[in-house]
């Protein structure tokens, strides 16, 4: 006997979606992050769809991208974190498969800075 799959039981993709591996590189420790700053960097995962529980989050003050191929992040997002042997702020930078950006430290963020980044993530994130 053939059983006939009911279409009330499929679902749409966006269920299925999993969301890229991101790593966000700070230039303190998350002890040291202020309220403020946590709820910046809240508002800058949301307006991507994203959350603080998706992302992976480490400190560094200069970093490689090698530093972090354990980690197979697709997207890096480095708030004050200088990307050894590049000047490269606030515009994408592919590096062997990886996305990443550069920006100022959250507390160093100013509004016309805050736009260039979003300029920049809207359009690696198609939002």
Same mark, same amino acid.
């Given at each position: 006997?053939?059983?006939?799959?009911?279409?009330?039981?499929?679902?749409?993709?966006? @269920?299925?979606?999993?969301?890229?591996? #991101?790593?966000?590189? @700070?230039?303190?420790?998350?002890?040291?992050?202020?309220?403020?700053?946590?709820?910046? #960097?809240?508002?800058?995962?949301?307006?991507?769809?994203?959350?603080?529980?998706?992302?992976?989050?480490?400190?560094?003050?200069?970093?490689?991208?090698?530093?972090?191929?354990?980690?197979?992040?697709?997207?890096?997002?480095?708030?004050?974190?200088?990307?050894?042997?590049?000047?490269?702020?606030?515009?994408?930078?592919?590096?062997?498969?990886?996305?990443?950006?550069?920006?100022?430290?959250?507390?160093?963020?100013?509004?016309?800075?805050?736009?260039?980044?979003?300029?920049?993530?809207?359009?690696?994130?198609?939002?």
């Amino acid at each position: 006997m053939t059983k006939i799959l009911s279409t009330q039981y499929l679902y749409q993709e966006e @269920i299925y979606k999993i969301s890229p591996k #991101l790593l966000i590189v @700070i230039n303190k420790s998350w002890s040291e992050v202020s309220l403020e700053e946590n709820i910046l #960097l809240e508002k800058i995962l949301k307006a991507l769809k994203l959350s603080l529980a998706s992302a992976q989050i480490l400190t560094r003050s200069e970093f490689l991208i090698e530093d972090f191929r354990v980690f197979a992040p697709s997207f890096i997002i480095a708030f004050g974190s200088k990307l050894t042997n590049s000047e490269k702020m606030y515009e994408e930078i592919q590096i062997d498969g990886t996305t990443l950006v550069v920006a100022d430290a959250l507390d160093k963020l100013d509004e016309v800075n805050k736009r260039n980044l979003w300029v920049t993530l809207r359009q690696l994130f198609n939002n």
